[in-house]
Every structure is written in structure tokens, then in C-alpha cells.
């Protein structure tokens, strides 16, 4: 009832179960909604003259109750008619607190019962493969590719199903991981239910898996959760011989030809997301196939500008030509979730900043020295982290999480590490950071940064952190601030090394300055609090000998 409406609320029934249902007459109820209380008047919706005897038959929501849109709230029809069925497969239903009653007046038949199909999917050697939930804060999920058809036999250490991208990366789907293939003679993809590049919510009905012959249609018609049978996309094949191999190259059509070129399923679907006319892509795979690094790598064509000039004619004064053109680039699945999850930090968390100047002179000097005997080359990231895992040491109240209702303190220190790549921002984990050294956090950062540019990280590598650092010092920003990862109480903006003038005793010299802000949710950090640790903070920067100690 409102274009930015997702859920309403039944703020009154203006009718009650047994009422008639006239035309003029179908004003049911008031529904309150994110910008008013609007009436909810059928006449504008159906033709009630469609129905005999119309009545309200079912209220499936206690007014004052919220519930998203299209969920249903009540059920119409004629005198008698039975509509059990018709609740049978709703994930959105809301149960009735209490057994409607009709009005004395009104004398209305029992509805029949209804014979609703009952199957025994125990007796059914398949089952059904929804889309797996592969990140704690995964949604949905998009099926990159399939790297099995129907009809293939899947055998323990060959499960390796599919691609799918998630919020954070594009990973592996194996069945190994989350189920015991031995259990079928043999196990074979039987079903297909969701095309390469399409998105559906965790859970949907992705595939099914069993023995050749097994009745896989009764699991889709009743034989599982009957809100993933209403939501699972159209099959893509039924049979082995009507799907086309997926596994290493993909046939694309090109537009206004009848060639066709040949691209692995992952350069296709990132070129969907670009907005990259594939055809347009020289592939340098075998055979002159589309990979990923020709899409990556891709720049289109300039269009030449054709100007007309009169041979003989006095030239005109310049004319700058120009076409209004734009694009529009398809949100990823990690995009999505940093908009969803960021603007709930933002809208729904107290935060306050508080910025401080560290003196880095010392840092710079001890720096030099450590990279004289470090296995690896220690950055001033590295210290950062190091420095921050210390205070946290100090100061638990920082190191802690909104539960809401509850505030946890942890008494473990994992470190979350900002990372920008190509689509977004990922934030992988150093865990247990105070108790590692420079030169140990230098090789994780390394290992960590290279698997997040690379979309290799797994769930174990970004799930946990208990604050977290944004580092945008090597592109030359001086100051900024960034929005809490919730449910963790701090961020960490970090700036970049800036060689300045400063005043001792009267006296101008050159020192090196570096402006950190730490962004405090007040739920659960006070200024004090806040303050007291970016001092800490300061301190181990300032003299990083205490980093060694």
C-alpha cells in the first residue's frame, strides 16, 4: 500500500469470519502501514460479484500483529466452500490466537473436509539439495555454475556440485561437506532446479540427488517443506540428454549472428554482472574460449564521433559533441550485503568519533630495524593491528558486542581487517592477535589480503571478529571514519603517515603525524572509555619497544 512498504499491520477487522461480502460492501480492515493507516477495501482489488455467496471464510492475523507483505491475512470465497488446501503451503501464514466464531445470525455449513496428499519420503531413495547457507551472514546465494548434469554419478571425493557466488566470495559447492553420498546405489543428479547466473534465497531447491528411477517429482509435489516447493525455480532438465555440459566451457549465443562463442561459466556470469557484451570479448582461453582474466581485463571500444564538413565552406566555430549514455550494473551478492548491513549500523547504532594525532617517528625507526631481522617485511598495518590488539587487552569494555539485550565482553582479541576488492569491501580475520607478533600478523595480513583479492577466503577467515581496522593511509587520505561492523562496538579508521611542522619549547621542527578516528557505538562505549583506549593506543605506537614486551 506504499512504495517503500515491506511489512503492514492489521490495526482493526472491520469484518468478522461469516460475514457477507457484497460489491460496495468489501471494506474488511484497517492497515497500518510505514507512512499511514489505510483502509484494505476489496472492491478495489477483485470483482466480489465472482462469488455466489461471497464471505470472509479465515482471519489468519490477530489485529496489532506484523507481518511482511504478502503474507496472507485472510481467506474469501462462497458459503461452505472448503480453503484448507490453500493454507497448506504458506511459509508467511499467521496462526489465529483463537478459533473464530460465527455471528448467531448467520448460519454457515462446516467447510468438507479435504484430502490433503500425504507421501512418505522416507521411501523415496532421493532428497532434495537446497541452496547452502556458506557465510554467517549469507541470504541468498547466485548458481555461478554447475559443474555436474543430470544423470552424473557423484561418488565420495567427486561431489564437487556447483559455483556459488555469496555475499563474500565465489566457493565451491561440495556435497562431501554436508552429506553422505555412500548412502545411495549409486548417488546420481537426477534434477536440476535453478539455472547458471540466477539468485535464490538459502534454502531454495537447488537440486536432487539419488538412486536412478527414484520418484523425485513426489519430493517436489509434497514429500518436503512445502514453502520450498512453492519457491523453487523452474527445473532447468529432467534428463541427462537435455542439459549441456557445464563443467569447463559454456556456449553463448552472440547477438545479431549465428556464431557462437565459447566462455567458462564464471567469465559469463561476470560479464552479466558488468554489463559486458560478451560477444564483444577476445577470448584467450584454448580454442579462443572466454575466461575470467579476458573479462577482468576487458576495455570497450571508443566510438568515433562522425563531424560533417562542407568541402569550400567557412569552418564553423567548434562544437563539442557529446552523448548522454549511462549504465546500469547489477548488484552482486556482496554488495547487497554491505548495503543491507551497513545501513543497519548506520540507522540503528548511537555512534560518536573520536580522532587522535600519533607521533610516528619512533615507529618509523623501529620499523627499519624489525624488517632487518623479520622473515617477512612488517608494514605500519601490521603495527597497527599489533598495537590495537594490545589496548583491547587493557580496555575489554571496547572489545565487546551489542547483543540487545545484553552487552558481551569478549576476552578474545580477533582483529577484522578491512580489505577493498574489485566488488566491495571483505573483511577477513586475525585471530587471537595479541598473542602473535609483528612478523606472524605480517604473514596472516599477506595471506589473508591476497586470499579476499582472490575470492578464496572461506568462512573460518571472516566470521568472528571482535573489532576491526580500516587502513586507507596508502591511498593518501589523511583522516576519515568509517561505520561500525556490527554487532561489535569500534572501528578504526586509519590515515596515512604525513610528514609536518610541529612547536616544542618555542622551537619549529619536522616530525611524522598519523590521524587515526575511532568510531564508538554509545550503547555500549562511553567517551571516556573510547578515550582511554585510543591513549593506550598512542602509547605503543609512540614507543613501540612495548610492542615487544
Keep these: 500500500m506504499s512504495d517503500t512498504m515491506t511489512e503492514g499491520v492489521v490495526a482493526e477487522w472491520l469484518k468478522k469470519v461469516g460475514d457477507v461480502l457484497k460489491p460496495g ?40 500483529k ?27 501464514m499467521a496462526t489465529p490466537t483463537e478459533t473464530p466464531t460465527l455471528a448467531p445470525t448467520e448460519e454457515i455449513p462446516a467447510p468438507a473436509a479435504v484430502a490433503t496428499p500425504s507421501i512418505d519420503a522416507s521411501s523415496i531413495k532421493a532428497e532434495i539439495i537446497g541452496m547452502p ?4 551472514t549469507m541470504e541468498e546465494g547466485t548458481l555461478v555454475a554447475w559443474l555436474k548434469k543430470v544423470g552424473d554419478v557423484l561418488k565420495p571425493g567427486d561431489t564437487l556440485l556447483a559455483e556459488v557466488e555469496t555475499d563474500k566470495a565465489t566457493m565451491e559447492f561440495e556435497l562431501d561437506n554436508f552429506l553422505d ?64 555440459e557445464t563443467k569447463t566451457t559454456e556456449t553463448v549465443e552472440v547477438s545479431n549472428s549465428d556464431a557462437r562463442l565459447k566462455a567458462s561459466p564464471l567469465a559469463k556470469a561476470l560479464a552479466k554482472d558488468k554489463g559486458i ?22 576495455v570497450p571500444a571508443a566510438k568515433p564521433v562522425d563531424v560533417p564538413v562542407k568541402i569550400g565552406s567557412t569552418p564553423a566555430p567548434s562544437v563539442i559533441l557529446g552523448q548522454e549514455s549511462y549504465e546500469d550494473i547489477p548488484l552482486n551478492q556482496m554488495r547487497k550485503t554491505i548495503a543491507r548491513r551497513l545501513s543497519e549500523s548506520k540507522f540503528s547504532a548511537p555512534e560518536f568519533y573520536l580522532t587522535m594525532e600519533i607521533n610516528m617517528d619512533k615507529a618509523m625507526v623501529a620499523r627499519v630495524s624489525m624488517n632487518e631481522i623479520s622473515p617477512v617485511k612488517i608494514s605500519f598495518n601490521d603495527m597497527v593491528i599489533k598495537a590495537v590488539a594490545a589496548s583491547l587487552t587493557k580496555h575489554p569494555k571496547v572489545n565487546s558486542y551489542w ?31 595479541n598473542t602473535k607478533s609483528l612478523s606472524q600478523i605480517s604473514a596472516e595480513t599477506k595471506d589473508l589480503g591476497g586470499k579476499a583479492k582472490n575470492k578464496q577466503l572461506q568462512p573460518k577467515d571472516w566470521e568472528g571478529n571482535t573489532f576491526t581496522v580500516s587502513n586507507l593511509g596508502m591511498f593518501g587520505i589523511d583522516e576519515f571514519t568509517s561505520i561500525i561492523n556490527q554487532p561489535e562496538s569500534c572501528i578504526m579508521a586509519v590515515g596515512g603517515i604525513k610528514e609536518t611542522v610541529a612547536v616544542k619549547d618555542g622551537q619549529f621542527y619536522a616530525t611524522n603525524i598519523m590521524k587515526v578516528t575511532l568510531t564508538c557505538d ?13 591513549q593506550t593506543f598512542k602509547q605503543f605506537l609512540e614507543d613501540p619497544i612495548k610492542l615487544l614486551v
Aim: proline share 4%; aromatic share 4%.
Design 522 to 534: 554509545h550503547r555500549t562505549v562511553d567517551g571516556a572509555s573510547g578515550a582511554a583506549f585510543l
Design 181 to 244: 553420498v555412500t548412502k545411495y546405489n549409486p548417488c546420481t543428479l537426477l534434477y536440476i532446479g535453478i539455472e547458471a547466473g540466477n539468485t535464490v534465497p538459502v534454502d531454495s531447491v537447488i537440486a536432487i540427488i539419488g538412486e536412478p528411477g527414484a520418484d523425485f517429482q513426489a519430493l517436489l509435489n509434497g514429500g518436503k517443506p512445502a514453502a520450498l516447493a512453492i519457491n523453487a525455480p523452474a527445473p532447468v532438465a529432467t534428463s541427462a540428454s537435455a542439459v549441456e
Design 66 to 92: 506484523a507481518v511482511p507483505v504478502d503474507s496472507i491475512i485472510a481467506i474469501i470465497g462462497e458459503n461452505g466452500e472448503a480453503y484448507e488446501h490453500l493454507l497448506s503451503g504458506s511459509k508467511d
Design 133 to 136: 547457507k556458506m557465510s554467517d
Design 25 to 64: 460492501d468489501g471494506l474488511i480492515a484497517e492497515i497500518e502501514t510505514d507512512k499511514a493507516t489505510m483502509e484494505l477495501d476489496l472492491d478495489e482489488r477483485m470483482d466480489l460479484s465472482n462469488f455466489k455467496d461471497c464471505r470472509l471464510l479465515y482471519i489468519g492475523l490477530e489485529k496489532g
Design 403 to 433: 547483543m540487545g539485550d545484553k552487552i558481551r565482553i569478549n576476552h578474545h582479541v580477533h582483529i577484522g581487517m578491512a580489505v577493498a576488492v574489485e566488488d566491495g569491501l571483505l573483511v577477513p580475520v586475525i585471530r587471537f592477535a
Design 277 to 298: 557484451n560478451i560477444s564483444q570479448v577476445k577470448g584467450s582461453g584454448e580454442n579462443g574460449r572466454v575466461v575470467k582474466a579476458d573479462i577482468d581485463n576487458f
